[in-house]
Every structure is written in structure tokens, then in C-alpha cells.
């Protein structure tokens, strides 16, 4: 069984920064790509931000030079930092990611981490 477990949301004001991380653990062989999304309330999830496994990221425009999106790879490991945020920044944040598990691709997500920013 793999899990994705997400962490560092919280409440700050605009301008400000957090980082969010998202943990893969479980019988895992190998992991590609590594992506977090977010859902705002009343709106369709969307992409935020991508890596894939040798380290090449794409960025939605609305959060492009804000945000920056890296991995550890020894940990399992896909971390989120976010600077400058801004009240639509507002949303639930979720970990995905494609993983190799018991010989077969699978796509995981995690549970979700709320971020509010305040104007």
C-alpha cells in the first residue's frame, strides 16, 4: 500500500510564504513524476506545478517566479514553496504522483492541505 501524506498548510497573509511537503511511503519501486494541484472552493482543481523525476518542472502561469516546486529523491519527497501569496492563492493543495508499485503504474493522491491567505 502507498500513501501520500501532505503538510504545511496554514493561514498566513498575503505577501507572505509557506511551504508545503508531501511524503510518499509504502511498498514503492520508483516514483516519476511528482505534481501538486489545488482546489478552490466552488472551482475545478487545477495544476499547479510539476517535476519530473530528473528534475524538470513546469509551472502554471498564475503562480510562475512565485512558486518553486522541488523533490528529494531519497525521501520520496516533493515540496512546494510559495512566496508573495495572494488572497486566490486560497485553496485545498493536493500531492500527486505517478508511482511504480508491485510491478504496475499507479496514480496517487494525497489527502489534501488547506492554505488561506488573507488580504
Known amino acids: 500500500q502507498v500513501q501520500l501524506v501532505e503538510s504545511g498548510g496554514s493561514l498566513v497573509q498575503a505577501g507572505g510564504s509557506l511551504r508545503l511537503s508531501c511524503a510518499a511511503s509504502?511498498?514503492?519501486?520508483?516514483?516519476?513524476?511528482m505534481s501538486w494541484y489545488r482546489q478552490a472552493p466552488g472551482k475545478q482543481r487545477e495544476l499547479v506545478a510539476t517535476?519530473?523525476?530528473?528534475?524538470?518542472?513546469n509551472y502554471a502561469d498564475s503562480v510562475k517566479v512565485r512558486f518553486t516546486i522541488s523533490r528529494d529523491n531519497a525521501k520520496n519527497t516533493v515540496y512546494l514553496q510559495m512566496n508573495s501569496l495572494k488572497p486566490e492563492d486560497t485553496a485545498v493543495y493536493y500531492c500527486?504522483?505517478?508511482?511504480?508499485?508491485?510491478?504496475?503504474?499507479?496514480?496517487?493522491w494525497g489527502q489534501g492541505t488547506q492554505v488561506t491567505v488573507s488580504s
Open positions: 517535476i519530473t523525476s530528473r528534475g524538470s518542472t
Open positions: 509504502g511498498s514503492i519501486f520508483s516514483i516519476n513524476a
Open positions: 500527486n504522483a505517478d508511482i511504480w508499485a508491485t510491478m504496475r503504474l499507479y496514480v496517487y
